[in-house]
């Protein structure tokens, strides 16, 4: 869920060396692409959350926007990318709505079942508070 690559300046100026970036949607790769063009060739379109980590590791997976969203026939689900942690050495660091309007396009979230996924993945996890009231934020980490 690298969006419109937001993070990009984020994660530049902590020190990440090598940055890629996957969305499941057209228009925010493309963007993202001409935001950053001396690592465009960094951001992919990909089908599915499986997709994402085929074939490849990573220390981090910083995952932006709310899962379970439904864009054309494509779907991100945070089961999926808890299923790929054997791809993910260190952590992963992702947002989450608790009180979006319920749609065919997004889905609420409980803190309490998304702390028990990250739980039951990862040696240590860390729920905060993010930047909209009805949001939060949870570190998966497996530290070395």
């Known amino acids: 869920g690298c969006g419109e690559g937001?993070?990009?300046?984020?994660l530049q100026a902590r020190?990440?060396?090598?940055?890629?970036?996957?969305d499941l949607i057209d228009r925010h790769v493309k963007t993202a692409m001409e935001r950053?063009?001396?690592?465009a060739e960094?951001?992919?379109?990909?089908?599915s959350t499986q997709e994402a980590f085929d074939n490849r590791k990573f220390d981090w997976v910083v995952a932006s926007g709310?899962?379970?969203?439904?864009?054309s026939k494509k779907y991100s689900k945070i089961e999926e990318l808890l299923n790929c942690v054997d791809s993910i050495s260190v952590g992963i660091a992702t947002n989450f709505t608790t009180n979006t309007i319920f749609d065919?396009?997004?889905h609420d979230f409980c803190l309490h079942i998304v702390t028990k996924l990250f739980a039951d993945k990862?040696?240590?996890?860390k729920v905060d508070h993010t930047y909209f009231d009805h949001d939060f934020s949870i570190w998966g980490m497996n530290p070395k």
């Open 6 to 10: 937001a993070g990009v300046p984020f």
């Open 15 to 22: 020190g990440c060396e090598d940055i890629c970036g996957v």
């Open 36 to 39: 950053y063009p001396d690592i």
């Open 42 to 47: 960094k951001f992919s379109v990909v089908s």
């Open 66 to 71: 709310t899962w379970n969203v439904k864009t």
């Open 104 to 106: 065919d396009d997004a």
């Open 122 to 125: 990862f040696k240590q996890w």
